[in-house]
C-alpha cells in the first residue's frame, strides 16, 4: 500500500514537473497545413488545448504580422471584444472567435504560455483571408472635366485578396489614348488630352473571388473646333443659300455670329432680320450647325462670311466666301434649288396680270 502510494506521488510530481504543451486542435473553417482560407466577412475560430497547465499561468492569444506582434486576450478577456470573443467550452481548452475578417486580420495568430520570463511554449496558424475586390473610393478617379492638352491621370485602386488584376478599356470598342484596346495597371495616363479622348472609360478588377467594374465619365473642355463643307459656295440671284458650319464645343458657346465684309463695312448678323436667318441647331456630343440662310440672294450678299463661336476656352472662326452663280444651286436641305418668297410671290403676281390681260382680250 504504501509502495502504490509513493508510485502514484511520485507520479503526480513527474506529471507537475513537465513543461505545458500547446496545440491548435481544431479550426473553422478547417486548416490546411497550418493555413486557414477565409473569406472576408465571415467568423473565424481557432481552438487552443493546453496540457499540463500550472497554476497561475496565463494562456494567450497573440498575432503577428510583418514585424510586429499584436496582444489578443489574456485567458479568458479578449483586448478588443469587438473584434474579439474568447470562450471556454471545457477545461484547459480556450477557443478564439475573430468576427468578420477583413484583409487586415491576415497573419500568424499563436497561442502560447510562457515556462519563464525568455521562453514559452506555443502553438501557430496562420490566416489568410480571401477576398473578392472592392474600389478604394478615395483613391479611385471620379467622373471629371479636364481643361483641353493638360496631362491627365486616371487612377482606379482596389483591395481584395489574392491581389487584384485592373483592367482599363472604353467603351464602345475606342482605343485608349496610348493606341490600345486594353491596359493592365491601377493607372492610366493621358499625356495631352484631346477633345477625341473623351467618353466613358472602365475599369475592371478581378480575382479568383470576383470581378467589380466602374465607369468613369472623362470630359474635356476646349474652344470650338469648326468645319465647313465647301468654303466656296455659288448662287444666283434671287434664290436660296444656306451657309453652314459644323462645330464641336465644350462647354456650349457664349457667343455665336455671323459676319461679312464688304469693303471697310462690318455687317454682323446674330439674330434673324428680313432676309437673313440664323440659326443654331443643337446635335449629341456637343455638336451643333451654325447656319446663316440668305431668302433671295442680292447682289450686295456676295462677299466673304466669316463664322464665329467663342466659348470660355476662346474663340474660334471659320470663312466662307459666297460667289454668284449662273444657273440655281440646289439647297443643301432639300437637293433643289429654291427661289425665294420674294420671287415666287412676283411670278404668281406677273402670272396674275398675265391672265387677266388674256380674258380682257378675249372678252372685247
Not at 434671287?238 to 457664349?254: F, K, R, S
Not at 451654325?290 to 463661336?309: R, S
Amino acid at each position: 500500500m504504501e509502495k502504490s502510494l509513493y508510485l502514484f506521488t511520485l507520479l503526480i510530481t513527474f506529471a507537475s514537473a513537465q513543461d505545458p504543451i500547446v496545440r491548435i486542435t481544431r479550426t473553422e473553417p478547417e486548416q490546411r497545413g497550418n493555413v486557414i482560407r477565409a473569406q472576408r466577412g465571415k467568423d473565424i475560430t481557432i481552438w487552443c488545448h493546453v496540457e499540463n497547465l500550472r497554476e497561475n499561468i496565463n494562456v494567450r492569444f497573440e498575432k503577428e504580422f510583418s514585424s510586429s506582434v499584436k496582444s489578443i486576450s489574456r485567458n479568458e478577456y479578449p483586448s478588443d471584444n469587438t473584434r474579439y470573443a474568447i470562450e471556454k467550452p471545457k477545461e484547459f481548452t480556450w477557443r478564439l472567435r475573430i468576427k468578420a475578417v477583413q484583409l487586415t486580420d491576415s497573419g500568424v495568430y499563436i497561442c502560447h504560455v510562457y515556462l519563464d520570463k525568455y521562453s514559452k511554449s506555443k502553438a501557430y496558424v496562420n490566416v489568410l483571408v480571401n477576398a473578392a475586390p472592392v474600389f478604394v473610393n478615395d483613391q479611385t478617379t471620379s467622373d471629371s472635366i479636364y481643361k483641353n492638352g493638360y496631362k491627365v491621370i486616371l487612377n482606379c485602386s482596389t483591395t481584395g485578396y489574392p491581389k487584384p488584376y485592373i483592367e482599363w478599356t472604353r467603351l464602345g470598342n475606342a482605343l485608349l489614348p496610348i493606341g490600345r484596346e486594353r491596359f493592365q495597371n491601377s493607372t492610366l495616363e493621358i499625356k495631352s488630352i484631346k477633345p477625341q479622348d473623351r467618353g466613358v472609360y472602365r475599369c475592371r478588377s478581378w480575382n479568383i473571388m470576383g470581378e467589380i467594374a466602374r465607369d468613369i465619365t472623362v470630359g474635356v473642355r476646349f474652344k470650338a473646333e469648326i468645319r465647313v463643307q465647301n468654303r466656296i459656295l455659288k448662287q444666283k440671284l434671287g434664290y436660296v443659300i444656306e451657309l453652314q458650319c459644323l462645330a464641336e464645343t465644350n462647354p456650349y458657346p457664349i457667343g455665336l455670329s455671323w459676319k461679312r465684309r464688304s469693303g471697310s463695312t462690318l455687317q454682323t448678323f446674330t439674330v434673324s432680320s428680313g432676309r437673313y436667318v440664323v440659326n443654331a441647331v443643337k446635335g449629341a456630343f456637343n455638336r451643333f450647325i451654325y447656319e446663316l440662310i440668305i431668302n433671295g440672294v442680292q447682289q450686295e450678299d456676295y462677299g466673304e462670311y466669316t463664322c464665329e463661336i467663342n466659348n470660355v476656352e476662346g474663340k474660334s472662326s471659320a470663312k466662307i466666301l459666297l460667289e454668284e452663280s449662273e444657273i440655281p444651286m440646289p439647297s443643301i436641305k432639300r437637293g433643289i434649288p429654291r427661289a425665294s418668297a420674294n420671287i415666287n410671290q412676283s411670278i404668281s403676281s406677273i402670272s396674275i396680270t398675265l391672265l387677266t390681260f388674256f380674258v380682257a382680250t378675249l372678252i372685247h
